[in-house]
């Protein structure tokens, strides 16, 4: 998931906020310490990459931004990400497992 941060708000702010708004989950968010900076229609963006460590038998409750999920394997997660910042957080978040 993703999302934008409120101004002044840091990244790990923001990613403890969207989480919880996303997924109403809570835990051990871990930096993977990698920023990707790219330029849209609307102007620059930096999304920095984080891992939420949650309890085993944990269930999101979605937003309404998001109409399903699904749990993956890690194979089948990677084969699925479009973007190579994507999975290169996805392969960072696999390491810290």
Do not use: N
């Not at 968010?29 to 330029?39: E, G, K, P, T």
């Not at 620059?44 to 409750?61: C, G, S």
């Not at 699904?70 to 957080?89: C, F, G, P, T, Y």
């Amino acid at each position: 998931m993703t999302g934008k941060a409120d101004d002044g708000e840091k990244p790990q702010a923001c990613a403890e906020r969207e989480a919880l708004e996303e997924t109403g989950l809570r835990g051990d968010l871990v930096s993977l310490h990698l920023v990707h900076r790219y330029r849209a229609k609307r102007g620059d963006f930096e999304e920095h990459a984080f891992l939420l460590k949650v309890p085993r038998k944990a269930e999101p409750e979605l937003s309404s931004e998001h109409i399903a999920f699904r749990w993956a394997s890690a194979d089948d997660a990677l084969a699925a990400l479009h973007w190579k910042a994507h999975r290169e957080a996805l392969e960072a978040a696999l390491k810290k497992l």
